[in-house]
């Protein structure tokens, strides 16, 4: 299936399109890849950031599944599908498992409704919508999710897109109270505590006009503290050191300890739960 591209389409960089740029994808464009290589330039670490970011992602998913027994996944900041996607993580540990994904960016909407597909067991669905609005987020996915029941509620590489005057402590709290006890948070967000050179690539994004806004760990905690959710072990982490054990059932690849520093994925990880009492 082909897309045909708008005339203004693509005309200025797109953080999803930048992200899909670094993980090796094709959905991405001219101005795309000029921004990214300019990030790459800044902070030569940026395609093990995104890569890492991926996998944090899908372990945090694997260990919900496999561990807390969640069902459920809401994903808001989707992104431009890039296998293997978080249906098929949650999945391939149970077919039954239903995930909702939003995103505000129609070319990614195009590109998930052509490509994720999920188990006759299970359920996907989609909504083009803004993380800015999430009572219609929550609105929407309550046609596929129970939320009765835990649903784990996935904000990776989102919270840093967000300005301070868009209220993302806001967003996130309205998003968490919907959820039942035993419910989860997922989230990364971007940082410069680790290595200070991701000061020029948050220049970058910003000279495409793209709001890029760095938290510290602090930052990302109160995300969790300020909702009443308790930190999975071991807190927040880089994203290489959240639960680097929790290999996909299929490949079994365990990565060498330490083979990924801090230093190069720039990049706060935690998962905390909604306490059931």
Same mark, same amino acid.
Request: charged content about 25%.
């Given at each position: 299936?082909?897309?045909?591209?708008? $005339?203004?389409?693509?005309?200025?960089? !797109?953080?999803?399109?930048?992200?899909?740029?670094?993980?090796?994808?094709?959905?991405?464009?001219?101005?795309?890849?000029?921004?990214?290589?300019?990030? #790459?330039?800044?902070?030569?670490n940026?395609?093990?950031?995104?890569?890492?970011?991926? $996998?944090?992602? !899908?372990?945090?998913?694997?260990?919900?599944?496999?561990?807390?027994g969640?069902?459920?996944?809401?994903?808001?900041?989707?992104?431009?599908p890039?296998?293997?996607?978080? !249906?098929?993580?949650?999945?391939?540990?149970?077919?039954?498992?239903? #995930?909702?994904?939003?995103?505000?960016?129609?070319?990614?909407?195009?590109?998930?409704?052509?490509?994720?597909?999920?188990?006759?067991?299970?359920?996907?669905?989609?909504?083009?919508?803004?993380?800015?609005?999430?009572?219609r987020?929550? @609105?929407?996915?309550?046609?596929?999710?129970?939320?009765?029941?835990? #649903?784990?509620?996935?904000?990776?590489?989102?919270?840093?897109?967000?300005?301070?005057?868009?209220?993302?402590?806001?967003?996130?709290?309205?998003?968490?109270?919907?959820?039942?006890?035993?419910?989860?948070?997922?989230?990364?967000?971007?940082?410069?505590e680790? @290595?200070?050179?991701?000061?020029?690539? &948050?220049?970058?994004?910003?000279?495409?006009?793209?709001? &890029?806004?760095?938290?510290?760990? $602090?930052? #990302?905690?109160?995300?969790?503290?300020?909702?009443?959710?308790?930190?999975?072990?071991?807190?927040i982490?880089?994203?290489?050191?959240? !639960?680097?054990?929790?290999?996909?059932?299929? @490949?079994?690849?365990?990565?060498?300890?330490?083979?990924?520093?801090?230093? $190069?994925?720039?990049?706060?990880?935690?998962?905390?739960?909604?306490?059931?009492?």
């Amino acid at each position: 299936m082909s897309h045909q591209m708008p $005339e203004t389409t693509g005309a200025k960089a !797109h953080s999803a399109r930048m992200y899909d740029y670094f993980l090796g994808g094709k959905t991405n464009y001219g101005p795309d890849r000029e921004a990214a290589a300019q990030s #790459v330039a800044a902070f030569p670490n940026t395609l093990t950031a995104a890569r890492e970011n991926r $996998e944090f992602m !899908h372990r945090a998913v694997r260990y919900l599944a496999r561990e807390q027994g969640i069902r459920q996944f809401l994903d808001i900041g989707t992104g431009i599908p890039s296998a293997p996607n978080l !249906h098929q993580v949650a999945q391939q540990e149970d077919p039954a498992c239903r #995930v909702v994904y939003a995103d505000n960016d129609p070319i990614v909407l195009t590109y998930a409704r052509a490509l994720m597909s999920g188990t006759p067991e299970g359920a996907t669905d989609y909504i083009e919508a803004d993380a800015r609005d999430p009572k219609r987020i929550l @609105d929407h996915a309550n046609g596929t999710l129970d939320f009765d029941q835990p #649903v784990a509620l996935s904000l990776v590489a989102l919270l840093h897109f967000i300005a301070d005057e868009d209220d993302p402590q806001g967003i996130v709290r309205t998003l968490v109270d919907r959820l039942a006890p035993g419910s989860a948070l997922i989230v990364s967000h971007g940082t410069d505590e680790l @290595d200070v050179s991701l000061r020029k690539v &948050l220049e970058i994004y910003r000279a495409q006009g793209i709001t &890029l806004r760095f938290r510290d760990r $602090e930052g #990302v905690r109160e995300f969790f503290s300020a909702n009443g959710f308790s930190l999975v072990e071991p807190g927040i982490v880089a994203t290489c050191d959240w !639960h680097p054990e929790l290999v996909d059932r299929q @490949d079994g690849i365990r990565r060498p300890a330490g083979s990924i520093t801090p230093e $190069e994925v720039g990049c706060w990880a935690a998962v905390g739960l909604k306490p059931t009492e």
